[in-house]
C-alpha cells in the first residue's frame, strides 16, 4: 500500500503528466456532460416516465437487446435521445472499413508504408468516412426511436415538433452528426494532449458509466430476496474479480519466440543493431493478438439475422436471434468470433515480413532456416496458439449469457461479466497504465542523467 501512494505522489510530481491526466479528466467531463443534452426536439422531462410505462405495457426492454448494448458504450445516451447518442462508435465503424479497404485498394496500403504523411492522410480519409457513416446511422436511429412511441397516443408529450415532420428529422440528423463529429475531436484531442488512446478511453467511459446503476439494481434485486440475496451478491463479486483476472491474463498472454543474432553489422548512425536490439531476444507473439476486433465484427454481422425475423415473426427460433441472452444468438455468435480470430489475426501480423526483418539484421530462430521456413514457423506457432486464444475469447462473449437468470438477475449487470464491455475496459486499463509507468520510468532515467552531469561537472 505504501508503494501504491508514492506512486501516486511521483505522478503528480511530475508537472507534464500531472497535466496530462488532469487535461484527460477535463475532456471526459465533457463528454459526460454533452451526453446528458437532449436533442432539441424531445422533451427529456417525460421520456424517463414514458419508458417505464412503455415496459410496464409489454414494449421491447431494450437492456436485453442489441440496442441495450449500444447504449452501454455510449454512457446511456443512445437510449437518452442525447445529442451524443451515436458516440463514437460511428468513427470507429469509420476505422474498421479504413482498415480492411487496405488490404484490396494499393492507394490505401501505399498510405500506411509513408510514414507520417501517410498516417495523416488516412486519418483525414476515416475522418469524412466517419461523417458518411454518421449520415446512415442517424436517420436509422430517429427511425428507432420515433417507431417505439408513436403507436401510444400517450407518447406524444415526448416530442416538442412532430417526429415525422422535416422540422424534427433534419435538425436532429445534423446535430446527431456534429455530435458525433464532436466526440471523435474529444478523442484526438485527449490522444495528442492527455494520456492513453483518447477514442478507447471514452468508449471505456461510457461503458463504466453504467457499472454503479447496474450494481444497484442487481444489488436492489437480490436483497430484496433476504439474507439469501446478500451471499448471492458476495459470490457474484467475488466471481465477477475472477473473471476481470482471467481477462487481464488473455489480454497480456503471449508466446515468446527465442531469438539468436549472429550478425553484429553496423546500423545505420553508426549504432550496433545487434546491442541495440540486445534487451529483448525473444519475439512476442499474444495469444489473443486480435484484442476485442472479432467480437465487434461478430457483433456487426449479428444485426442480420435478427432481419430475417420479419420474414416470419411467428418462428420462436429466428425469434432468438434478437434477444443477446438467447442460445440461439450466443451460438453463432461465438462461431463467428472464431473465425474472425483467426481471419484477422492473420491480416494484421505479418510473418513474411517479420521473416524478411530478421534475415536483414541478421536475426534468426534457433533450427529454422532463415526466409520462407522461418514466415512457415511463426504462421504455424500463431495458428496453434490462436486457437485457444479464439475459444477463450467467444467463452469471454457469450459469458453474460451463461450468468444471466443464473445466478446474475439484471441483464444490465450481466453484461460486465464479459464480452466487449469487460474486455474493452481491461485493454484500455492496462494500456493508460503502461503509458504512465512509461513516464515515470523516463523522468527516472532523465533524473539520474542529470545527477551523474551535475556531479561530474563538480568534480571538474
Known sequence: MKEFIQTLKNIWSLKELRDKILFTLGIVLVYRFASYISLPAINMAE???LLDIYKDQGGNKQGAGLLGLLSSFTGGAFSRASIMALGIMPYISASIIVQLMGMAIPYLQKLQKDGESGRNTLNQITRWLTIAVCLVQAPSYLTSITQMFLPHAQFASAYYVHPQSIMFWLPSIVILVAGSVFAMWLGEKITDKGIGNGISILIMVGILADFPGAFIQEVATQTGKGGFGTIMILIEVLFWMVVVLLAIVLSVAVRKIPIQYV?????????????????????????????????????ALMFVPGLLTKVDESNTFLAGFKNVFSWQYNVLFAILIIIFSFFYTA???????????????????????????????????????????????????VLPALVYGAFVQTDRFALFFGGTSLLIMVGVILDTVQQINTYLLNHHYDGLMQSKLSRTTTNQ
Do not use: C, H
Not at 534457433?366 to 479464439?390: F, H, M, N, Q, W
Open 47 to 49: 421520456v424517463g416516465n
Open 263 to 299: 550478425s553484429r553489422a553496423q546500423a545505420r548512425g553508426g549504432v550496433n543493431r545487434n546491442l541495440m536490439q540486445g534487451a529483448r531476444q525473444w519475439i512476442p507473439l499474444k495469444v489473443n493478438a486480435s484484442g476485442v476486433m472479432p467480437i465487434i465484427f461478430a457483433q
Open 347 to 397: 491480416i494484421t501480423i505479418p510473418v513474411n515480413q517479420m521473416a524478411d526483418d530478421l534475415k536483414r539484421n541478421g536475426g534468426l530462430i534457433p533450427k529454422v532456416r532463415p526466409g520462407k521456413e522461418t514466415a512457415d514457423y511463426l504462421d504455424d506457432i500463431l495458428s496453434k496458439i490462436t486457437l485457444p486464444g479464439s475459444l477463450f475469447l467467444a467463452i469471454f462473449a
